[in-house]
């Protein structure tokens, strides 16, 4: 993608058109090959772009090995989606700027917001802010960034942090079940987030099938990210595209 874009309005102008697909690759856990191979069967399969980053095993030169090999086998804007400050690529398109809310540690709400501020800064990787909020179960997601999940069941508390994190000022809010969890977000709990708020909604974690992501779209997510179903799918673009669909499609 070319520098010069503005992501964020790249982002809106799709998003005018239909939701949007994402696919999270995790360079803690794949090599940089395959890496590159997931993110081209992606492509095929009709997403829309591509997040790079991961709670554990993260470093720079892995990050920007995988940043630069998904370029070279696709024209998808990367976004990174880090964890840590060392990890930040100057190679990529955008940065999800973001502070997990319900973080109990200083760390994870400023602290690595801080340390990487003047890379971000002087780079022109696009920062694009965000509210991360982790909802039950979390996962890794949750004991990485010490956070207690937010309940499934009561959406009140979600919609609080939504809320909050919209009027720091932050464009996109983010709802995470945690990577491999073994159920999404509920519908429920996106549509009164999404009747709350008027930032960008993304909805992550434990969607696995079209009809989890028809949910996701219906209750009212914007875009929906997809990662550890690439990671397992022994054919990705065939079991990825009616995902993708079902998120085109709404």
Excluded: C, W
């Amino acid at each position: 993608m070319p520098a010069h874009v503005d992501l964020h309005n790249h982002l809106r102008k799709l998003r005018a058109e239909r939701p949007l697909h994402l696919t999270l690759l995790d360079p803690g856990k794949s090599d940089t090959t395959t890496i590159g191979s997931m993110a081209h069967s992606a492509a095929q399969a009709g997403t829309d772009a591509i997040l790079v980053g991961g709670s554990t095993g993260l470093s720079l030169e892995r990050v920007d090995a995988a940043v630069l090999e998904i370029k070279e086998q696709t024209h998808l804007p990367v976004i990174l989606f880090p964890t840590v400050a060392l990890a930040v690529s100057t190679k990529a398109d955008a940065i999800f700027f973001m502070s997990l809310l319900n973080s109990s540690e200083r760390r994870f709400l400023v602290g690595e917001q801080i340390e990487s501020a003047a890379t971000v800064h002087r780079s022109g990787l696009q920062p694009l802010s965000m509210a991360y909020i982790i909802i039950e179960p979390g996962m890794a997601a949750a004991r990485v960034g010490k956070a207690t999940p937010l309940p499934r069941n009561d959406p009140q508390p979600a919609v609080a942090h939504a809320m909050a994190g919209e009027l720091f000022g932050m464009r996109y809010i983010y709802l995470e079940a945690g990577s491999g969890a073994n159920a999404p977000v509920p519908p429920t709990l996106i549509a009164a987030v999404r009747d709350a708020i008027r930032a960008t909604l993304i909805v992550g974690g434990g969607i696995r099938t079209a009809d989890a992501a028809a949910a996701a779209v219906g209750a009212g997510a914007d875009l929906v990210v997809t990662g550890t179903v690439v990671e397992r799918a022994s054919m990705i673009k065939e079991e990825l595209q009616p995902i993708i669909g079902a998120v085109h499609a709404y």
